[in-house]
């Protein structure tokens, strides 16, 4: 299957003003894209990239005066067969993890492990641990918020999510990550593109995604607690501990987002 993935961002600001963008597909999926997703910028401007202390790609400038654009679009061969469910994977014990995963244990900006750990072991620590767990911590933060995009905030934790019980992708995943952490189990931060394909008609307009990837049975796996479903087209671009460690872009001083356009949708067969 070949899909489409690229996105095109119109800020504008009143200054010239530094920019950090992560909007690049990951590392993880080079080997399935047709050709190289560089960011064009309008007007355009140097350009360095970096690789941060997760290794996702980033890309520095700074912006002009005025209206900037910042664009990317690539074809990504992906095998259509939606997240694989591993549901024998079990947990790994503290003590064996290995240490580069460890960091994905402890509380974050947006994850209040202190906070939210009685509730976690309260709620789940009575289930055999294992993919079992983590699919019913995903079922009850599936069903514990309500999704609108109205209820975006930018300050909102995970433990605000639980109290407030309403959030946007960004909020499921982080307290579901929370969870996660608060049982003794590895969990990361993740966004990128997640496409409608194969779902009915009509398709709600393009937008960039979050979900977590969780460390069982010796790796890292897929789960979407927003979705709480197998998707086609999940296409990485970032992980981190939370939100705050992968914003798809930073500026560094005013400015207003005044369009916004994701594409993901399956391209013609060659």
């Known amino acids: 299957m070949r899909i489409l993935v690229g996105c095109e961002m119109t800020y ?11 909007l690049n597909v990951h ?12 960011l064009i910028t309008t007007p355009a401007v140097p350009v360095q990239g970096y690789r941060d202390s997760f290794g996702n ?21 992906d095998p259509g067969g939606g997240d694989p469910e591993v549901s024998n994977a079990g947990e790994t014990a503290i ?21 939210l750990s009685s509730i976690a072991w309260d ?26 995009y109205e209820h975006a905030r930018a300050t ?17 995943a982080h307290l579901a990550i929370a969870f996660c ?25 393009g937008d960039f995604a979050a979900w977590m990837e969780v460390f069982l049975g010796g790796r890292w ?17 970032a992980y981190g501990r939370d939100a705050a460690d992968v914003p798809l872009t930073l500026t560094f001083g005013p400015n207003e987002l005044v369009a916004f356009h994701v594409t993901t949708e399956e391209a013609p067969p060659i």
């Open 12 to 22: 504008e600001f009143p200054q010239p003003t530094p920019v950090i963008a992560t």
């Open 27 to 38: 590392a993880s999926r080079f080997s399935d894209l047709e050709r190289p997703d560089y």
């Open 57 to 77: 790609w980033c890309s520095r400038m700074v912006a002009p005066a005025g209206r900037f654009k910042l664009r990317t679009d690539t074809i990504v061969r």
């Open 95 to 115: 003590e064996t993890l290995p240490s580069d995963t460890v960091l994905f244990l402890l509380g974050s900006r947006y994850c209040e492990t202190d906070r």
């Open 123 to 148: 709620l789940f620590g009575h289930l055999p641990p294992g993919w079992g767990r983590v699919q019913a911590i995903c079922d009850y933060v599936h069903d514990r918020i309500t999704f609108g």
């Open 156 to 172: 909102r934790t995970a433990f605000d999510a639980f109290e407030e019980q309403r959030g946007v992708c960004r909020d499921y």
């Open 181 to 205: 952490r608060c049982l003794n189990i590895p969990a990361r931060y993740c966004n990128g593109y997640v496409s409608d394909i194969g779902l009915p008609l009509p398709h709600a307009p």
């Open 221 to 237: 796996h897929t789960f979407d607690p927003r979705n709480n479903s197998s998707r086609i087209g999940r296409i990485l671009i």
